[in-house]
């Protein structure tokens, strides 16, 4: 069983057991927490869409680390003006592991 859901903005497809990084949640490690909004639930041939949700149907999943990604470098360079400025951003991750789907 599979699910689209939707957090930070984003459209992730998961599976129970699948471990992925997501935008910053405000979730202690160690803690669980529920995904309502749910765009698909699909099992083998059997595919629910929602609109935009699907109804009843919730992902559950488990924080496993808050970290932060790889650096970003930023090279602003302008030409024949003595100028050249190097600026970096490390955008803060949360790790999750998927526990269960549920659809009604």
């Known amino acids: 069983m599979y699910a689209v859901i939707v957090t930070g903005g984003k459209q992730y497809r998961v599976a129970q057991g699948d471990s992925i990084f997501v935008e910053k949640l405000d979730v202690a490690e160690g803690a669980d927490i529920d995904f309502d909004n749910v765009l698909m639930v699909g099992e083998g041939d059997t595919v629910q869409i929602g609109a935009p949700y ?3 149907a ?6 496993v680390a808050q970290t932060r990604g790889v650096k970003v470098r930023i090279m602003k360079f302008r030409r024949r003006k003595h100028h050249q400025k190097c600026t970096g951003h490390r955008q803060y991750l949360t ?5 269960g789907i549920s659809a009604a």
Request: proline residues 0%; glycine residues 8%.
């Open 58 to 63: 919730k992902v559950t999943a488990n924080v």
């Open 54 to 56: 699907v109804a009843g």
């Open 95 to 99: 790790q999750i592991e998927i526990t």
